[in-house]
Structure formats: structure tokens, C-alpha cells
């Protein structure tokens, strides 16, 4: 997966995009009640065929699209949450909660599938994504090295590492993830 193709391929519906345009949220939960729409998160919604078809990586990048694109402010992905939209493969299933950073003043808190961690980040820590801010590719392997399971960590970084499996926005080197 390219990192330009995580809305694109989401099929991500949120009720605050359509309410007043073309239709209202009533018509979101019909379709859903009817099995025509999977509801991933108050507010997401995405098309039933296709959320069937997607895999579960794909599933769980919707989720934390569908998380990022329902909060009033902008958070970090991090964590697995990161890994998912770098394309890092993950040796267990992917988690059911989506990872976010936000700023340590933030009343945000952890519920309805997502976890909050407060922490101040670094300007190289996180970069942008499709209008989403995510941790870089170091820190987000450094992070998954200190807080998964060492499987996944391992099959992550292995990946980054490797110029055979990795590409040019999510390769990082040896000296990379030392300095971070």
C-alpha cells in the first residue's frame, strides 16, 4: 500500500461531509439497519460490499482514519496505529483500538476503541500523511519496540530495514533508529 492511498481506498462516509448536501445522517443509519453500510465509529460509515472485501489491515486503516476525521482536533497516530498507515507488516492481528498521541494539556481521554497517550513530541517526530499527522517511521518503530509485542516489533522493523521489502517512504536505517 502507498501512503497516498489510505483515504482512496477507506470508502470512508462521515456524517459531518454529507449532512446538508446531498443527504442527512438518517439516511446513513437505514443503510446501515438494512446491512447496506457497516458502521465503523459514530459518525463512519463505509459500504458494506466493500468493508467485506477489504483485509484486516485495510479494516483497521479505516478505523483510524474514520478516528482522526471524527475528533474536533487534529491527533497523532501512533504506535501500531502508525505502523498500519506506514505499511509495516505485523506478525499478530492488527489491535482493536486505534493509538493516538495528543498534547499533554488535552482533556482528550480513552474510549469507544481509541487510546490516548499525552506526551510532547519533537518536530521530527511526527510528519504529515494525506492531512494526517502520524509519527515518523523511526519513532514509530522505537515505539513499537518499547510498547508491542516483541513479534510484532521485530516483523516491523525487519520490514523498515530492508530495501527488498520496503520502499522509499517507509525505509528508515540502522543509524536512524539509533539516533532516535
Not at 66 to 75: D, E, G, K, L, Y
Not at 168 to 176: E, G, P, R
Amino acid at each position: 500500500m502507498r501512503h497516498n492511498d489510505i483515504t482512496n481506498r477507506s470508502g470512508l462516509v462521515l456524517v459531518r461531509d454529507i449532512v446538508g448536501i446531498e443527504q442527512d445522517d438518517r439516511t446513513l443509519r437505514r443503510d446501515h439497519a438494512v446491512g447496506a453500510r457497516e458502521r465503523i465509529r459514530r459518525g463512519a460509515y463505509v459500504d458494506d460490499a466493500l468493508w467485506a472485501s477489504m483485509t484486516p489491515a485495510d479494516r483497521y486503516r479505516a478505523r483510524i482514519l474514520a478516528a482522526v476525521r471524527t475528533r474536533r482536533r487534529m491527533p497523532v497516530v501512533a504506535f501500531d496505529s502508525a505502523a498500519a498507515l506506514w505499511g509495516y507488516p505485523r506478525a499478530s492481528a492488527w489491535p482493536g483500538v486505534v493509538h493516538l498521541i495528543v498534547n499533554p494539556e488535552s482533556a482528550a481521554r480513552s474510549k469507544n476503541g481509541v487510546t490516548i497517550q499525552r506526551e510532547g513530541l519533537e518536530a521530527g517526530d511526527v510528519v504529515e500523511m494525506e492531512g494526517i499527522l502520524v509519527t515518523s517511521p523511526q519513532r514509530t518503530l522505537v515505539d513499537l519496540a518499547r510498547a508491542a509485542q516483541f513479534r510484532d516489533s521485530v516483523a516491523a522493523i525487519d520490514c523498515a530495514l530492508n530495501p527488498e521489502r520496503s520502499t522509499n517512504y517507509n525505509q528508515v536505517t540502522k543509524d536512524q533508529l539509533l539516533d532516535e
